[in-house]
């Protein structure tokens, strides 16, 4: 299995900017995290789908950012417009309930926003 | 909601020595525990985890005790290797998503 897959790996914006992440679950997982880790914060969950539906987006820190799971196979994370404050590494993860909620994490994108 | 505690934040062992994380949970409906590792540049990766039916679970060199009682559980890391330097998370679980602790960054000293 080629486990959770995220693009791209580095992402450097400027301010105002659009920035989307993607990802690409486990096949067969049905729930989907996106996470935010800083050296501040640690590990934040941003929002969690099951069955691509959001379930709880309280984690998504402003209306600049926003998700989006429409099939079992990718999801998107998109930020706009982007803010120095943004700069963090975004982490994707996912899991299957018929696996006992093991959660996978992907390799993260690691955003600069100048 | 839940809320994980995690001790210390950062430990320093001589190669060889065993190492010990510890983290309290808030929340008694918790039922999974696990443990991650992770690596400068990559993604946190799941090591071993535990469920409230089990006291203990071992896997090679590592190990984790639940005390449901208590709400802690704890990671043991025996005859520790400089491979095993990386920072460590735990979070706790009751069938939504996980709560992680802040991390311990683990230093095995060669």
């Known amino acids: 299995d080629a486990g959770v897959i995220q693009s791209p790996r580095h992402e450097v914006t400027e301010m105002g900017q659009e920035v989307t992440l993607r990802c690409k679950p486990i096949?067969?997982?049905?729930?989907l995290f996106w996470y935010r880790q800083t050296m501040m914060r640690g590990l934040e969950l941003l929002i969690y789908?099951?069955?691509?539906?959001?379930?709880?987006d309280s984690g998504m820190p402003e209306d600049r950012f926003s998700a989006k799971m429409p099939n079992a196979s990718f999801s998107t994370l998109k930020i706009q417009p982007s803010e120095p404050r943004d700069s963090a590494v975004y982490f994707c993860?996912?899991?299957?309930?018929?696996?006992?909620?093991?959660?996978?994490f992907g390799p993260g994108t690691r955003l600069t926003v100048t | 909601g839940e809320n994980v505690e995690q001790h210390p934040s950062t430990l320093s062992v001589q190669e060889g020595d065993s190492a010990v994380i510890k983290c309290t949970y808030s929340d008694s409906a918790s039922n999974y525990f696990p443990w991650y590792k992770q690596e400068l540049g990559k993604g946190p990766q799941l090591i071993i985890d535990?469920?409230?039916?089990?006291g203990e679970k071992k896997d090679q060199r590592i190990a984790v005790t639940l005390n449901k009682t208590a709400k802690h559980f704890s990671l043991h890391i025996t005859e520790t290797q400089p491979e095993d330097s990386a920072v460590y998370f735990c979070a706790a679980s009751a069938d939504t998503p996980l709560v992680f602790g802040k991390g311990t960054r683990l230093s095995v000293i060669a």
């Open positions: 535990i469920r409230s039916n089990v």
């Open positions: 789908f099951n069955n691509n539906v959001p379930i709880d």
């Open positions: 993860a996912s899991s299957s309930a018929t696996r006992g909620y093991e959660q996978y």
């Open positions: 096949s067969g997982h049905n729930s």
